[in-house]
């Protein structure tokens, strides 16, 4: 499975967009609805997904233990003897590997899901003072300007003095 997200483009395309932009709030208040509705569905497919390996994970674990039960046969074979050549077989350590994986994935895909729906109300309320003229759109721009305007005196090179 390897350490990468399986829509690790998807995922940082969607992240992108939990940041409020005021000068494109029409925008962004009629994507929100699509944008909470795609991170659900990747949320439910990674659960799925986890699901699936954990039930796959458990499996392995039986067929494992059929196995070495077999290759242990004797009177001092115990079953925590058992438990540990299972739980130390390539394979299994391989199987809790891709289960942790896909926890990671689930928990981002969660936290990004309730990133847009905490924007949904954050964007509430930057409307709503918008309205009430707490926010204004000339505030905006000013805030975007200063964002890319470069401090002057890194423009202009500076005169060395002279001695």
Known sequence: MG?????EADYNRLKKTVRIDPL?????????????????EFMAEASA???????????????????????????KTTEKAIEAEVMNSPDIIKAMSGILQLRYEKQLWSNLFDSLRTKTSAMKYYCQ??????ITPN???????????????TMVPRKRETI
Request: glycine residues 4%; negative net charge.
């Open 3 to 7: 350490n990468r997200m399986a829509h």
């Open 24 to 40: 494109l709030i029409d925008e962004q208040l009629s994507d929100l609805p699509m944008l909470c509705q795609e991170a659900g």
């Open 49 to 75: 997904d986890l699901d699936h390996a954990e039930q796959k994970y458990k499996q392995l674990i039986a067929e494992t233990q059929l196995i070495v039960r077999d290759q242990m046969k004797g009177d």
């Open 129 to 134: 003072m918008t309205v009430a003229g707490y």
């Open 139 to 153: 505030a905006a721009y000013k805030q975007q300007a200063a964002d890319i305007r470069v401090p002057s005196d």
